[in-house]
């Protein structure tokens, strides 16, 4: 990957991953002149994190969680011997995580409290120095932080999925696709998070220096050095990785804890990452236990033997993400930077609206670039984190301007094929343009007004969804054709179907040929979710902005068909040959308030099918 393509079209990423390379292997070296002066030997165990697996396989796309090397540098400054404060390496080292990736950051905090402490506790920092780099640390972190934005969120921080990505106890010897010798062992949904495997470059450098110690007659290893904070917060991290539901293969123990205390740790769903600090830890004391058993240079030509095993076995994993990387360079990035449309267009429009909000739209990243190369303004993003609240605001008023068809006259619209569908259901084309560019569902308010853009074909319904024959079942499972209809209010699709989310949830659907002279009968098979003191689930059901009648979920008919009629007048609201349907849950229910489960989330109606007949 380059940073700089054929005609001068920047981008960061290849020269954000070779600096995550050479700053990890620069970070080895300075960890282990812990160990030793000889710098060929420093060389060779700082290969050893160079080819780290935990490091390495974040190049399969979270490329800010290559940043390994802080926490190289973390580990250093709790070793290495200093008097005084750390007044520019601790605040400069947390900014930086601060400013990468929000887990590094929580990793890197507790490591600086550990080396606070140690010095405190031996009397190489006087509690003024500390005083002072307590102001000066946080100062740092929340400048950083408030430069990131991250402060614009007021909530939302936590996710779903802790105790789900998680670590295995047995990561640090499961591959999981990491060596060409070793096999795979069996491993639950989410625990690739918790991936920790140390190499087999590394097992080999262990089992020797164990057999080593065992057999031989070597002399006591005396103290190795390492701060009693450290070894704290390392297993602090450790446990946290582990979860209230620590795993040893297939067997597994569920430690219940309060729910406020899963809402405190669902800030970090992906806990398994927190084993990183642990795995460079064993790392560092192989090689010092090496040097201490086999003095240097002995030592020094196992791990060169062992480092070659390790890089050779790994490319099982490392070799085909290096040909990913090794592209062609081009002028563009994606189908969209090669159409005339986009440099016109910026002319008169100032800002490209991503719908839905969100995380929803597929191939973000191609509409972000371009509109920063045509100097316009984007929502085309994704979030690891989102506020839930301002999401919720967000689009609720995208479904308002889809229904009412009132656009920002400044903005063009980047919509997926629900909601492109939803927009044909109010788009009045004398004024406005719904056209498919470079792939792309685009609406172009006034886009007669704007000179000098070129012609575009408007899309149809046709264009957007097959139509549906009258008596076909409309499937919303994964591998079903119902879920490019939905559009806001509904989760995931799972093999099954799709719950909704929240009170309300829309979809929008092609009206079959021929209908709409007479009523049609909606039918749904759909299951409900409904909680001991309170026996029963109603939603209420709306075509065209009508409502068409109410479908109840009880201890009598939890799940099942339910047939409502869609009246003439409903259908005659219809423009573009499309039905918008509307659900309106009563009361959202999550399946951890009721007992099942940990599933925090608001369902209330499960839709597995969907199929329009005529009335008899």
Not at 111 to 131: K, M, N, P
Request: hydrophobic share 50%.
């Amino acid at each position: 990957m380059t940073g700089l393509a054929s005609d001068g079209e920047f981008q960061y990423f290849g020269i954000w991953i070779l600096a995550c390379f050479c700053l990890q292997f620069l970070a080895g070296y300075v960890l282990v002149g812990r160990i030793t002066k000889q710098a060929w030997l420093r060389a060779v165990k700082a290969m050893f994190f160079v080819f780290a697996p935990i490091m390495v396989w974040r190049l399969a796309g979270h490329y800010a969680l290559l940043a390994h090397f802080l926490l190289l540098f973390a580990l250093h400054l709790n070793l290495v011997d200093r008097k005084g404060s750390s007044l520019a390496a601790w605040p400069l080292l947390i900014a930086t995580a601060a400013l990468t990736h929000a887990y590094i950051l929580a990793m890197v905090l507790p490591l600086w409290g550990s080396d606070v402490i140690r010095r405190l506790s031996r009397g190489d920092t006087l509690t003024r120095e500390a005083l002072a780099e307590a102001t000066v640390v946080p100062a740092a972190l929340v400048a950083s932080l408030w430069a990131a934005g991250f402060f614009v969120m007021t909530s939302g921080l936590g996710e779903g999925g802790f105790g789900l990505y998680r670590m295995d106890i047995l990561s640090p010897l499961n591959p999981m696709g990491w060596s060409h010798i070793l096999r795979e062992l069996p491993t639950d949904p989410g625990e690739y998070e918790g991936f920790g495997f140390i190499g087999l470059g590394m097992l080999l450098a262990i089992l020797l220096l164990i057999a080593g110690r065992v057999g031989g007659r070597f002399a006591p290893l005396g103290p190795l050095g390492l701060p009693a904070p450290l070894l704290a917060v390392i297993c602090v991290l450790a446990l946290v990785a582990l979860t209230n539901r620590p795993s040893l293969g297939p067997w597994q123990i569920v430690i219940p804890l309060p729910e406020t205390v899963l809402d405190m740790f669902s800030v970090v769903r992906a806990s398994g990452r927190f084993i990183w600090p642990a795995i460079y830890l064993v790392f560092f004391v192989t090689f010092l236990i090496a040097v201490r058993t086999y003095g240097e240079r002995r030592a020094g030509a196992v791990l060169a033997v062992c480092l070659v095993i390790q890089i050779v076995d790994t490319s099982a994993a490392w070799h085909g993400m290096r040909v990913t990387k090794m592209v062609t360079p081009s002028s563009h990035w994606g189908a969209s930077g090669g159409s005339a449309f986009w440099s016109s267009a910026s002319g008169h429009y100032a800002n490209i609206r991503a719908f839905p909000p969100g995380n929803g739209l597929e191939r973000w990243n191609e509409i972000s670039l371009t509109a920063a190369n045509s100097g316009m303004g984007t929502t085309a993003a994704f979030f690891a984190r989102v506020d839930p609240e301002k999401l919720a605001a967000a689009q609720a008023k995208a479904l308002s301007d889809i229904k009412a068809g009132t656009y920002e006259p400044d903005s063009l619209y980047v919509l997926n094929n629900g909601w492109a569908l939803g927009a044909l259901l109010s788009l009045d084309p004398s004024k406005d343009l719904l056209a498919r560019v470079d792939g792309f569902n685009v609406l172009a308010p006034g886009y007669g007004r704007c000179g000098g853009c070129p012609p575009l074909k408007p899309l149809e319904a046709a264009d957007l969804a097959a139509e549906v024959p009258m008596g076909s079942d409309i499937l919303f499972g994964l591998a079903g054709s119902g879920p490019a209809f939905q559009l806001d209010g509904w989760f995931a699709p799972e093999i099954w179907g799709t719950w909704t989310d929240g009170k309300n949830s829309n979809l929008v659907l092609p009206l079959p040929a021929g209908a709409g002279a007479r009523p049609l009968r909606l039918s749904l098979n759909a299951q409900g979710i409904f909680a001991k003191e309170r026996t029963s689930q109603i939603v209420t059901v709306s075509v065209n902005d009508v409502a068409v009648g109410e479908i109840r979920f009880d201890d009598i008919l939890s799940n099942g068909w339910h047939t409502l009629s869609i009246p003439v007048s409903a259908l005659l609201r219809n423009r573009q040959g499309l039905l918008g349907i509307s659900f309106e849950v009563d009361q959202p229910i999550r399946p951890a308030d009721i007992g099942m489960g940990e599933d925090r989330r608001e369902l209330g109606m499960g839709l597995v099918a969907m199929r329009l007949d005529a009335e008899p």
